[in-house]
């Protein structure tokens, strides 16, 4: 049974802090899916990971094309990933379901701690995650750095 990781981002934006955690992930063995809800904003991404660092560089493509089930990262806006990931990354509120929290090694949500909606959203993500029985830990980088905030 894996477990739900809760990222309030409150001092750096997405684009700097998902690649740290996707690298991580890689490291561990995991392939990755990264699910939002736009589209747009998958596409964007995409361009962001393109542009980061040549020694930093993780494979990636964009859902949709078809090798979508070679690639270590699938950025995607659907519930069903075509990568078969160890580990499921939502972003912009994208839906997670408990199921999801069971059968993978880790779920993480990554949410924006200075965007109202976004922190409601956790918050009812979290709500429904523990109360299925999911083992949940949320994390934040207010002080600087990230520190273990709760359990459940």
Known sequence: MGEAFFYHLTRRPLEAVLPDLLGKSLGRGWRVAVRGTDPRRMDWLDQ??????EDGFLPHGL???????????LLT????????????MAIDGAEVAAEEVIALD???VLFDGQDGAALQRARDQWRALTGAGCK?????????RWEKKAES
């Open 136 to 144: 949940a830990h949320y994390w934040s980088e207010e002080s600087g």
């Open 63 to 73: 859902s949709g094309g078809p090798h979508d089930a070679d690639q270590p990262i």
């Open 48 to 53: 962001k990971l393109w542009q980061g660092p």
């Open 106 to 108: 880790r779920v993480c």
């Open 77 to 88: 806006t659907d519930m069903q990933a075509g990568n078969a990931p160890g580990c499921l």
